[in-house]
């Protein structure tokens, strides 16, 4: 049994993603080393406190409706499920975030363990995708616009030809 409580502290404390653990009142009492740096806090900073504290102050009652629904629907949900979602560093910077959920019930209180990863990296490839695919897009327009307008300037010139050749 002992081998196996060192396995867990050594997959909890190397994870390369943010673990949050909360309890039922959303307060909470584990976070790994990854999560730490990812929000820019201390363990002892965080632990004791509402998970709202790693959530942006503009959604934080927003969270907090969302966290007792679930707390009352408890499901476990995969990473993504399809939602933009924002969590805030100690400085204020709100940054994008997945986050899965899972829940586990031990000594008749329900338990929430967050697996959470920063995909800012992710967000601003996506950003420059879609910045690269506008400009293609106008580069792909600027041959039918010059085509346009050369067939434009022909027919004027035609039309003063003909114009001025009537004369």
Avoid at 18 to 45: D, H, K, R, W
Avoid at 53 to 65: A, C
Avoid at 90 to 117: C, H, M, W
Wanted: aromatic content about 6%.
């Amino acid at each position: 049994m002992r081998y196996n409580l060192v396995h867990l502290t050594s997959l909890f404390e190397n994870a390369t993603e943010g673990i949050v653990v909360t309890n039922s009142q959303g307060m909470i009492i584990l976070i790994n080393p990854s999560g730490c740096q990812m929000f820019g806090y201390t363990a002892e900073e965080l632990e004791g406190q509402q998970v709202e504290m790693l959530i942006p102050s503009s959604v934080r009652k927003i969270h907090i409706r969302h966290r007792e629904e679930f707390y009352q629907h408890p499901q476990n949900r995969k990473m993504g499920h399809n939602r933009d979602l924002m969590a805030g560093k100690k400085d204020g910077t709100a940054f994008p975030v997945e986050v899965s959920l899972s829940t586990y019930v031990q000594n008749d209180e329900r338990y929430v363990i967050a697996f959470i990863i920063d995909i800012t990296r992710r967000k601003e490839s996506e950003r420059n995708m879609e910045l690269q695919q506008i400009q293609l897009e106008k580069v792909g327009r600027g041959p039918r616009v010059l085509d346009d307008v050369l067939h434009r300037c022909l027919r004027e010139r035609r039309q003063r030809e003909r114009h001025t050749g009537s004369r």
